[in-house]
């Protein structure tokens, strides 16, 4: 079997998809041949020892005309990975067979064209979710989804639309079609997940906040209603919890806690912060509720991560240094930005370790918002105001890094260690690939550890949905790990609480 | 397992449905049991012995809502007849569950409501197919498909409409829910099969005239757009040729050819007739196009058989008597009334053996459709015109009755035996039951042989259907029964028309 280097960080993965072409020459039928379309073709399967193939309706529907248009000679893409092999389109001989993954994420949506015969990726496309337009985060979706039994539809409906359109995307890009997609990914979080496939989503907003399933879902694409080839599957990997998603269980995958001997502790920072430790070969995970403010929300001049958004704050001989993206004037403050100024204004003294700023300092100002720190002046920014950071900016950040820290400590617990024996830290996601380590620790979002321990590995959801598409191995080794995983429900945890108000001083 | 008499010529039928019930306890999801809702499922299940059950989309999604507003106590109803058990319905507790059996004629749709627990019919309801408003027979509709790509959906969605509808019908006479219809079973020619699955039908009206699909299918319902349970599921017999279809083998199977070690000679007679002979432990069959005239069609003063219609001609010390579809007076002519006058014309020396109308009788009238027999007067009439029999009228009997009879020695010859060699004739379909069996022998039609051997059995497609929803054993010999059928392709036999046309004359 070829192993491949695929983008990720966990090593090589065997390229070993699930779905795999098979060119066929059948026999036109005759009168002496009389045999249905689909027999004829289920013979030429097991022929080249294909067993009991199964035939999906709309691969059914397509074949009298495909096999006819191509003369009778056929590549079909055979799904390998089902209770029977499943053939999923029949196209021209020799057409390239794609893979497309897709990482829903409450913000944004990536997808990406996997060639499954290399498994290279050879386009990529990134939009909006469109869900937003019904809430912001997942909660309020949820809510939103409660109004009335059409809302869910219109949120799953809003989303495929979203979906098509970067398939469309790609297509255009490598110049392929729509059916030569042959098989599909999906990771998200699991209220995403459900919505992507068309569950209900209410018992995610009610306690016990139970999933409809957290096994892996193997569908047709069409299902859902994501046009690829006629029966082109459509996996899932499996959640751990309510709160806890199929996108953790690809990050920890392309992390390689799947198959780790070392402690590690895996951190997917966003409005819901989901963190895992191995350990022992065992796994733990958990999923703090640390909202909003790493994605600019809830803060003054808080902003998306877009120009003139502060990324970086920075201090030389006693002077704040901001940096912006774009190199443009500031306009606001992003996330990182926002950790930064916070681990910076720590340090100087602007903020003392409950979080309450020195009305003393020369920066900070009472203003309308009570004080606050002027960290660029009016006649420096784009938009010609202060970019402040109030006492309730700090508040938020507080809020955030204690509910990470609780839920990290707890693990620790869990597994009966200290934070110094973990080998590796592995920080994903889009915040977590810019956040800057030391102001993470300083503000004690992250444990006080060597950096060299620290790994930042960006959209390791969207690698692990990718690995997924073009290895078996990966997909059993998903449901291994889901099934592994203990997982602590911290909203009704006796020591979370404790640990959280602990956890809310610098 | 409990064996039922059920309405059939088969004998008795095992009462072992491929669906069946099982009541649940679930526990309620608590802080200690944070298990999916799926995966709770599941669960139970597999303490009841049900191993690794697969739950489809349309069950997940529906799960969360009736698993809470049952209270966890639930009646699941598990089809067994799959690769894996397959939920197919959450209930509530001890809800009968029902079945659907379908017949799709040409003509017209019947539809049947089983008690699965009991294997009795509960309701019936019957409608005109609403596809004959694009063709009357298959291959005018066969034609119409092709006439753009969204003719084929047309077909489709007007079959399923009607069927929806009949579903309603049956709902309200029994007075329960679609959402305890857990399984249904549809028979019909294989055009109208391939158009109910949403096939295509093109390949059917070009030579060789080969199925895109033969072997049973076993769909969801709803992939379809039959409004039932939400993982309900939808088993079509396998069929035979492109002219020879599920309904027919719904047919040998009810009227015990799927396992008889007697020489039994079958016939569904209508536009197509099949033909089917079991011999040995052997089965041959055919399809014949004997054409519409036993529907009234291309008759004369043809008509379907509705009040008015003469139904029965007989013949009293030379006096030919008339009887009519509701003891009426006549305004036309059905197909066993015309079928009974040419049989009756032939015995009264008005009919000669070539077909041809005696000019010197005296009920001959010369006409403007050239020389006619006055078989009922305008004065005796219902709308005051003669009821007549035309030369082309006779001719068209001629051609049918040729068809079968041609079909029916071809199948003998293949067996090797003569006429007399058969055991039993069947004979199927709502004209066969009608048609006098003198008569049907007189013009040829039907071999000569003692009427004791006949069996007239009424719509057996619709009771083989109705067999098929309650047993496992039956869909196994429809299986079996498919794949033991030697089919004869007529239309391109050597011997066909030699066969034919000497089978032209009286």
């Not at 994420?105 to 909006?128: C, E, H, I, N, P």
């Not at 979080?189 to 569950?199: D, I, K």
């Not at 640390?290 to 958004?309: L, W």
């Not at 970086?312 to 912006?324: E, I, N, S």
Request: proline share 5%; net charge negative; hydrophobic share 45%.
């Amino acid at each position: 079997m070829q192993r491949l280097q695929l983008e990720g960080q966990a090593g090589d993965v065997a390229l070993d998809p699930p779905v795999v072409p098979l060119d066929l020459q059948l026999r036109a039928p005759a009168l002496d041949d009389l045999r249905a379309d689909a027999t004829r073709l289920v013979g030429a399967l097991e022929s080249e020892g294909v067993n009991e193939p199964h035939l999906c309706l709309p691969v059914l529907a397509e074949a009298p005309a495909r096999l006819r248009a191509q003369g009778w000679s056929v590549r079909v893409a055979v799904h390998r990975g089902q209770a029977r092999p499943e053939v999923v389109a029949i196209l021209p001989i020799q057409t390239a067979l794609f893979g497309l993954a897709i990482d829903v994420g409450t913000t944004k949506l990536a997808a990406y064209l996997v060639d499954l015969s290399t498994g290279q990726t050879v386009a990529r496309a990134g939009a909006m979710n469109p869900q937003i337009a019904f809430g912001e985060d997942v909660v309020s979706r949820i809510s939103y989804a409660n109004t009335a039994p059409a809302a869910e539809r219109v949120l799953h409906d809003r989303l495929i639309e979203g979906l098509n359109r970067l398939v469309d995307e790609l297509c255009a890009q490598a110049g392929i079609e729509r059916a030569s997609i042959v098989d599909a990914v999906a990771v998200g979080n699991t209220a995403t997940q459900h919505l992507l496939a068309g569950l209900p989503v209410r018992q995610l907003g009610e306690a016990p906040y139970v999933a409809a399933a957290s096994e892996p879902l193997n569908l047709r694409a069409a299902e859902v209603g994501l046009q690829l080839a006629a029966g082109a599957t459509l996996y899932t990997p499996p959640n751990i919890a309510g709160y806890v998603g199929a996108d953790h269980v690809a990050m920890l995958l392309a992390s390689g806690l799947g198959d780790t001997d070392r402690t590690v502790l895996a951190l997917d920072i966003g409005t819901n912060t989901e963190v895992s430790l191995a350990h022992g070969g065992q796994l733990w995970s958990c999923s703090t509720a640390s909202g909003p403010a790493f994605e600019g929300a809830h803060i003054h001049d808080g902003m998306r991560a877009a120009p003139g958004a502060v990324e970086r704050v920075g201090r030389v001989d006693g002077a704040f240094l901001v940096y912006t993206i774009g190199d443009v004037p500031p306009v606001g403050i992003c996330g990182s930005g926002i950790l930064d100024a916070v681990a910076q204004g720590l340090e100087a003294g602007i903020i003392d370790s409950r979080g309450a700023l020195s009305k003393n300092h020369p920066l900070v100002r009472r203003t309308g918002h009570g004080p606050a720190w002027v960290l660029v002046p009016a006649v420096r920014t784009g938009h010609g105001r202060d970019v402040l950071i109030t006492r309730s900016d700090v508040h938020e950040i507080q809020l955030a890094k204690g509910a990470i820290r609780a839920g990290t400590e707890l693990l620790l617990a869990a597994a009966g260690i200290q934070a110094e024996a973990v080998d590796d830290v592995v920080v994903a996601g889009a915040f977590g690939t810019y956040l800057d380590l030391g102001s993470a620790i300083r503000v004690g979002m992250l444990p006080s550890l060597p950096k060299e321990r620290f790994r930042q590995v960006g959209n390791a959801a969207g690698r692990g949905a990718q690995h997924l598409l073009v290895s078996r191995e990966r997909r059993t080794m998903a449901g291994d790990l889901a099934r592994r995983v203990q997982y602590l429900e911290l909203t009704t945890h006796g020591e979370f609480t404790n640990r959280f108000v602990a956890a809310l001083s610098f």
